[in-house]
């Protein structure tokens, strides 16, 4: 079959691509914007990409073009594909039915985290042996690629029944409103944690937690759904109903718990914690990350894992080989003294625990109690989400950007679709002077080199290219 994907270049609908060029399918696909790694792995796949959306391509004669939810009514290709009456479909609908229909689907939903959860139970069960087949929203380091189908590793010549998929909320494509998790029918459903998000698709908190419990109506009886404790949303989520086993994470601490139940932690002074099932320990991690939040992502991985027959302390020993995900405080260059991150941290929760992460990391790298903070963090923020770009959570943007000690504000103006609909820099007001913001990158540039001194770590984020911001950076920096 020849599918030919309208909005290529997105996380999902790239992983998609590798799919379906993986399974036999002869793969083109289009977009408006391409940067990498999106643009790079599907080049390195064989896969044609074709700028724009010109109408043109309906040429191509594919046999079933596959839309993402990228495309709107009044996208030139989609009309044209509307008015001759051709054959199309979504790309999670897509995927359900010809990836994940036989398949042991295991499920990460959550506001947040979704793309380090999977990728860290993708790696789980690749260490354990189970050749999973999974399809993330970004790149795992440990597999170098965001999709694969199952039954993938180099020495593994039969299928593998598990696959693992970041399962988002977000919906499903222009003409189905659904949100995309829905079409994956999961046998295992990770939900991480539920705040509200997607304000231009969804009214209120509320409105996302219907789709949620959604969700949970599609898992079955001998399914098991891994639950955030700590999210009071997702307890509303539940008490709606639920059909299949539950087992719940970050169930309050054993030592002041009598009868203890559910998956537990306790953190130790370099970021290694203990894991608790019902108050017993059953080993601890040892690995490279740090932060609270990815704790909590590992813990949620290690109950899922369980549930395909991976014992705990496999999936522990797993995790201290675990090597993280692009795009996720990952350091791009250190030019004179000075380090540039990058991350994809855009909504006000992920942003202030990232700056919190990075700070850790910098306490723990150059010691504690030298009176004050050692190494700066020069925070460099994009608001380029559509939630963002709506300015919904504006009012939170100061109190996320607190523990970083300079800030540098990116938002264009005009009436494009990249545009800021508010003033980025009464926003960030209540920061006072250790505050800028820009409308133009060049300027944006200048300024963090011109306030960069040795020592500094540069944390950017973006849930985009960011007009390769970062590189930029690396070479005005003075060696």
């Avoid at 060029?21 to 643009?39: L, R």
């Avoid at 509307?82 to 229909?101: A, V």
């Avoid at 850790?360 to 923020?381: D, F, N, P, Y």
Wanted: glycine share 12%; proline share 4%; net charge negative.
């Amino acid at each position: 079959m020849h599918i030919h994907i309208l909005g290529i270049c997105g996380t999902f609908m790239g992983g998609l691509a590798v799919l379906a060029k993986q399974a036999g399918h002869t793969v083109t696909g289009c977009d408006a914007n391409v940067y990498p790694p999106m643009s790079t792995q599907l080049e390195a796949q064989g896969i044609e990409l074709i700028q724009g959306f010109d109408p043109e391509q309906i040429n191509l004669a594919p046999d079933l073009y596959v839309i993402g939810n990228v495309v709107s009514r009044g996208n030139p290709l989609m009309e044209e594909i509307l008015n001759r009456g051709l054959p199309y479909t979504s790309g999670p609908q897509w995927i359900g039915e010809h990836i994940l229909h036989d398949k042991w689907v295991l499920a990460v939903a959550g506001t947040h985290g979704k793309t380090t959860t999977s990728s860290m139970l993708a790696w789980i069960l690749e260490d354990a042996g189970y050749a999973p087949g999974f399809l993330i929203g970004g790149v795992p380091l440990n597999f170098g690629i965001s999709a694969r189908l199952s039954g993938a590793a180099l020495d593994t010549t039969s299928d593998s029944m598990f696959f693992v998929i970041e399962a988002d909320e977000y919906d499903t494509a222009f003409f189905d409103k659904r949100s995309k998790f829905v079409h994956y029918h999961a046998k295992t459903a990770i939900l991480n944690n539920l705040e509200y998000d997607h304000a231009d698709i969804f009214a209120d908190l509320g409105a996302i937690e219907t789709q949620f419990h959604h969700l949970v109506r599609t898992v079955p009886g001998i399914g098991r759904l891994i639950v955030n404790d700590r999210e009071p949303a997702l307890h509303t989520v539940l008490a709606r109903g639920c059909w299949s086993e539950n087992e719940w994470f970050g169930v309050q601490n054993p030592a002041t718990d009598s009868n203890p139940q559910g998956w537990a932690l306790t953190t130790h002074e370099d970021d290694s914690f203990d894991v608790l099932l019902n108050g017993a320990v059953l080993g601890t991690v040892v690995w490279a990350l740090g932060g609270e939040h990815n704790r909590m992502n590992a813990l949620a991985a290690i109950a899922a894992a369980r549930h395909v027959g991976v014992p705990p302390a496999q999936a522990i020993a797993a995790l201290g080989r675990f090597e993280n995900v692009k795009r996720r405080m990952e350091l791009r260059g250190n030019v004179s003294g000075v380090a540039v991150y990058d991350d994809f941290a855009h909504h006000p929760t992920a942003i202030e625990t990232t700056v919190a992460g990075l700070r850790k990391k910098i306490e723990a790298e150059q010691g504690k109690g030298q009176g004050q903070r050692q190494g700066r963090i020069l925070a460099v923020l994009e608001p380029r989400s559509n939630t963002m770009k709506l300015g919904i959570m504006k009012q939170a943007l100061p109190d996320s950007l607190r523990g970083a000690d300079l800030v540098f504000g990116y938002g264009a103006k005009g009436s494009g679709k990249d545009a800021l609909g508010w003033d980025l820099a009464a926003a960030l007001a209540p920061l006072g002077a250790a505050a800028q913001s820009f409308d133009d990158l060049g300027q944006l540039v200048q300024a963090i080199v011109a306030a960069a001194r040795p020592g500094d770590h540069i944390l950017v984020m973006s849930n985009g290219g960011f007009g390769g911001v970062h590189q930029k950076i690396l070479d005005a920096l003075p060696a």
